[in-house]
């Protein structure tokens, strides 16, 4: 009895001690835990306008426009180079480049169809993740059989001959950048899979256009180009390998891009104070920093998981995506205290709704941001913004 009484006393003594200790380590796991943003809420109406608007288009694809300087077929994706005009001395000659200045004649239809297609199918995904209407998903499968599997309509898996220079190149491997419209798509089919929506036939269908599309990007000349280019290009190269070999489930790719991450962007893209120097050294420096900033924290987003934090992946030196956003984000609340020079083009457009904001925040436990995203514009109107914002519906990777 002695011993039971020395027990109970010792008990009670141990939780008198213990309970402050225990209610400040709740207090603090509360502290530590997610921010709360419900995007599905803020979104929700934005979404349901824009798909219920795009739930009786009719899908067009790169079949619908072809162009003679074009060196490839029907099926084969064809974009010009963005900063490259005709020669004043040589009018009839090679093209020259005047690095941030868009030439508005070069063609673009095959761009603008991929565009148009990545946000058609990306709203009425979303929404049919946010009401399980089968309307949407079935509007959604109508783009996506066009443009991947229908023989008549579908586009080739490679982009041999994007971003050509008439006079110059048939193609180049910076045009792979075209593509980062479909990473939101490959989102898409991965939603619409995990749903329970697509049909085995389909499903496989898809994927293995994009099965076809990763093994060019890692294996083709223009692949490797674009993956050891050094600045954002290599950024979203990384990018669309996670992305479509998450979708298809190769974990070699995956564990390569990890590692391509870990070992390349950030220690050779990133300063010690957070900056891209290569894009500073740009023409347009803010906008490029805005871009790979967002392209660099989807790779963070594709490729982590429990076993793999790239959130907080630290370089020796201390580089990480954290440093990457805290440098930024002072510029993005109030661009008038931009120190460096400003954009040649369309300062005025940057910045948008960033999707580095809105996942840093997330994953940083970090409100500022996720107050900023809130404010900024989901929906920019001009065609630069359009074509360097490529995730515009964050519904689709969150929980």
């Known amino acids: 009895m002695k011993m039971s009484g020395k027990i109970f006393l010792w008990s009670v003594l141990i939780i008198f001690v213990l309970c402050p200790q225990i209610k400040k380590a709740d207090a603090q796991v509360k502290t530590n835990s997610q921010v709360n943003v419900n995007v599905a809420k803020i979104d929700r109406q934005r979404i349901l306008k824009a798909a219920n608007i795009y739930l009786n288009y009719k899908p067009v694809t790169i ?44 063609f673009e239809k095959h761009r603008l169809a991929l565009r148009n297609m990545s946000v058609q199918v990306a709203a009425l995904t979303a929404a049919y993740k946010i009401t399980h ?13 066009a443009w991947f599997v229908n023989e008549k309509t579908m586009m080739n898996p490679n982009l041999e001959h994007a971003q050509a220079i008439k006079g110059v190149v048939t ?14 798509v490959a989102q898409s089919v991965y939603v619409l899979e995990k749903m329970g929506y697509l049909n085995p036939k389909d499903a496989n269908a898809i994927k293995d256009w994009f099965t076809k599309y990763l093994y060019w990007l890692t294996t083709s000349k223009f692949g490797k180009d674009e993956m050891n280019n050094g600045n954002n290009h290599s950024t979203c190269w990384a990018m669309q390998v996670a992305e479509f070999a998450k979708l298809v489930n190769d974990t070699t790719e995956i564990n390569s891009c990890r590692n391509f991450y870990k070992n390349v962007l950030l220690p050779t893209q990133m300063d010690s104070n957070g900056s891209f120097p290569k894009e500073l050294a740009r023409t347009k420096p803010y906008g490029y920093s805005i871009f790979n900033m967002d392209m660099m924290t989807m790779v963070c987003e594709i490729l982590s998981d429990k076993n793999n934090d790239l959130w907080n992946y630290s370089t ?25 020079q400003k954009d040649v083009m369309y300062f005025d457009v940057w910045p948008v709704r960033q999707v580095s904001l809105l996942f840093c925040g997330i994953h940083f436990n970090e409100n500022k941001y996720i107050t900023l995203w809130k404010k900024l514009n989901p929906d920019p109107k001009v065609e630069e913004a359009i074509r360097n914002f490529p995730i515009r519906q964050p519904v689709l990777w969150v929980n």
């Open 63 to 106: 079949t619908a426009f072809s162009s003679k300087r074009s060196a490839g077929g029907l099926h084969d994706y064809f974009s010009e180079g963005d900063y490259w005009w005709p020669d004043p001395k040589n009018p009839d000659g090679p093209y020259i480049r005047k690095d941030g200045l868009s030439n508005p004649q070069n």
């Open 316 to 340: 020796k030196d201390g580089r990480n995506i954290g440093s990457g956003i805290k440098f930024l984000y002072p510029y993005l609340a109030d661009k008038s205290k931009w120190p460096y």
């Open 133 to 145: 209407e089968k309307k949407y998903a079935d509007a959604a499968l109508r783009h996506l059989l």
């Open 171 to 184: 193609g180049r491997g910076i045009g792979i950048i075209d593509t980062i419209h479909l990473v939101e």
